[in-house]
């Protein structure tokens, strides 16, 4: 059973910085990709993603602002925020895939006072 357990949300207010974690309790590069996603009404929203290959890719609201990065020893995946807005407030999700399967986290909040 993949586990993965994000850390890292807070109220903080626009301008300031987070860095959310995720720690899985498998190999990180055992999966195609991982990602954070961002809650949306039905839905969760790609915010970054690094593939095994450590190619990374961004939602175009956060290109500039975030970066994703991974500690293979450590089996955490991070997302460092920077410049954070109200928008960005959310419900912010880690996920895994391996061989079509969809890992998820319960998801850490992230709130943002404008």
């Known amino acids: 059973q993949v586990q993965l357990v994000e850390s890292g949300g807070d109220l903080v207010q626009a301008g300031g910085s987070l860095r959310l974690s995720c720690a899985a309790s498998?190999?990180?590069?055992?999966?195609?990709?991982m990602g954070w996603y961002r809650r949306a009404p039905g839905q969760r929203d790609l915010v970054a993603r690094i593939?095994?290959?450590?190619?990374?890719m961004y939602a175009d609201s956060a290109k500039g602002r975030f970066t994703i990065s991974r500690d293979g020893e450590l089996n955490t995946v991070y997302l460092l925020m920077t410049g954070l807005k109200s928008e960005d407030t959310g419900v912010y999700y880690c996920?895994?895939?391996?061989?079509?399967?969809?890992?998820w986290g319960q998801g850490t909040q992230v709130s943002v006072s404008s």
């Open positions: 996920g895994a895939n391996r061989l079509s399967t969809d890992y």
């Open positions: 498998e190999n990180i590069f055992d999966f195609n990709h």
């Open positions: 593939s095994v290959g450590g190619s990374t």
